[in-house]
């Protein structure tokens, strides 16, 4: 680290000690245009030892628990590096080295998993429909499901998933790692849109690494340091393809695609059937060219959605298309013959009515009389 990069970030660490909470808010907009900073910091994560980690560390704690929206972003805009340090570290057993990086973690996790009155948080997600578009299927290469949805929809049939409440966690072990680490990846996928594009860089970056190293494929990455098998949970690679669908159209697509099919190999070797199915989705919807999006402006996952259209009305089995479909595959003597048939049997339908209505009025006289 120069020691140019190292007065930076003492001088970012003394100035907020000194600032007044009025300028909090005016501070926390002009920070994220020091691009120097943000880069400086990266190098200070990424040396263990450095001697800037631990104040580091907590400054980025203090940002969190601040309040202000925009310093809750800036430092989560390290958590994936963050994470594969202390991954890296956990896996060369040299614990004692990432204490400052776990406490951040920990800290982060703890003020995630309840709101601001201290209560326990309880996460819902809506399972969506598979006759509305997504961005990993389009209602029209499976075909009509007017009947299906009409019924489901009539009687509020919708699957909702809670996750939560979580505990409280005061360290991370073998057992709680990637449970921690699962839910820190879902707080940074729910502000994927606000993360700088050296931040996405990053995700793509370590994904890769997570789940190559200590594999063949390590050497054809040519990715040095870490060579021990990092474990890793399904949820937690599901979380990882998250964020790189979104890097995909966001102006990292050669990084994301590498880390997706890393992921994929991943997910093979460890037979895990949640992130495969996710990563041949997102591969299945991906167009065959390079994607050319901006790294500025809007961000967004781009999606072909279906135009509205009378596809549906078409499509809507009725008794009308039914017998219509009959009539055109039977043929005219053939329809002649069904179509007489068919007048016999309401005839015969029509006289059982009329002769059972006659026979409950004679009953009625009779009950009359009596």
């Given at each position: 680290?120069?020691?140019?990069?190292?007065?930076?970030?003492e001088e970012?660490?003394?100035?907020?000690?000194?600032?007044?909470?009025t300028?909090?808010?005016?501070?926390?907009t002009?920070?994220?245009?020091?691009?120097?900073?943000?880069?400086?910091?990266?190098?200070?994560?990424?040396?263990?030892?450095s001697?800037?980690?631990?104040?580091?560390?907590?400054?980025?704690?203090?940002?969190?628990?601040?309040?202000?929206?925009?310093?809750?972003?800036?430092?989560l805009?390290?958590?994936p590096?963050?994470?594969?340090?202390?991954?890296?570290?956990?896996?060369?057993?040299?614990?004692?080295?990432s204490?400052?990086?776990?406490?951040?973690?920990l800290?982060?996790?703890?003020?995630?998993?309840?709101?601001?009155?201290?209560?326990?948080?309880?996460?819902?997600?809506?399972?969506?429909?598979l006759?509305?578009?997504?961005?990993?299927?389009?209602?029209s290469?499976?075909?009509?499901?007017?009947?299906?949805?009409?019924?489901?929809?009539?009687?509020?049939?919708?699957?909702?998933?809670?996750?939560?409440?979580?505990?409280?966690?005061?360290m991370?072990?073998?057992?709680?790692?990637?449970?921690?680490?699962?839910?820190?990846?879902l707080?940074?996928?729910?502000?994927?849109?606000?993360m700088?594009?050296?931040?996405?860089q990053?995700?793509?970056q370590?994904?890769?690494?997570?789940?190559v190293?200590?594999?063949?494929?390590?050497?054809?990455r040519?990715?040095?340091?870490?060579?021990?098998?990092i474990?890793?949970?399904?949820g937690?690679?599901?979380?990882?393809?998250?964020?790189?669908?979104?890097?995909?159209?966001?102006?990292e697509?050669?990084?994301?695609?590498?880390?997706?099919?890393?992921?994929?190999?991943?997910?093979?070797?460890?037979?895990?059937?949640?992130?495969?199915?996710?990563?041949?989705a997102?591969?299945a919807?991906?167009?065959?060219?390079?994607m050319?999006?901006?790294?500025?402006?809007?961000?967004?996952?781009?999606v072909?959605?279906?135009?509205?259209?009378?596809?549906?009305?078409?499509?809507?089995?009725?008794?009308?298309?039914?017998?219509?479909?009959?009539?055109?595959?039977?043929?005219?003597?053939k329809?002649?013959?069904?179509?007489?048939?068919s007048?016999?049997?309401?005839?015969?339908s029509?006289?059982?009515?009329?002769?059972?209505f006659k026979?409950?009025l004679?009953f009625?006289?009779?009950?009359?009389?009596?």
């Open positions: 680290m120069f020691t140019s990069e190292k007065g930076v970030v970012w660490l003394s100035e907020f000690k000194t600032l007044p909470e300028s909090l808010p005016n501070y926390a002009n920070l994220k245009d020091k691009s120097s900073l943000v880069s400086s910091l990266y190098k200070v994560i990424q040396e263990p030892q001697e800037l980690l631990e104040p580091v560390c907590h400054q980025l704690f203090e940002f969190y628990r601040s309040g202000e929206e925009q310093l809750l972003r800036f430092t805009q390290f958590l590096e963050l994470i594969w340090c202390y991954l890296a570290v956990s896996a060369s057993r040299n614990v004692h080295s204490g400052c990086i776990e406490a951040l973690l800290g982060v996790y703890n003020l995630e998993i309840v709101d601001k009155q201290g209560h326990s948080k309880v996460l819902s997600f809506t399972i969506p429909s006759s509305k578009p997504s961005v990993y299927h389009e209602p290469s499976i075909g009509s499901m007017a009947l299906t949805e009409s019924a489901l929809s009539q009687h509020g049939l919708s699957k909702v998933v809670y996750s939560g409440p979580h505990p409280q966690r005061e991370l072990t073998a057992q709680n790692r990637f449970e921690v680490l699962t839910f820190l990846l707080c940074y996928n729910a502000a994927l849109t606000y700088p594009s050296v931040s996405l990053s995700l793509c370590i994904c890769s690494r997570i789940c190293c200590g594999y063949p494929r390590q050497h054809v040519k990715y040095k340091g870490v060579s021990s098998r474990p890793v949970s399904s937690f690679m599901v979380q990882m393809l998250t964020g790189i669908y979104f890097a995909l159209y966001n102006g697509w050669d990084l994301a695609q590498k880390a997706l099919d890393d992921i994929t190999y991943r997910a093979q070797l460890e037979l895990y059937p949640e992130p495969l199915l996710v990563a041949n997102i591969k919807s991906l167009p065959h060219g390079a050319k999006s901006s790294k500025e402006g809007t961000r967004c996952i781009q072909e959605i279906t135009p509205t259209s009378s596809r549906i009305s078409r499509n809507a089995v009725t008794s009308m298309s039914i017998r219509g479909h009959r009539w055109k595959r039977h043929g005219g003597s329809g002649n013959r069904q179509n007489r048939s007048s016999d049997m309401d005839t015969v029509c006289w059982n009515l009329q002769s059972r026979s409950d004679s009625q006289k009779i009950v009359f009389k009596i």
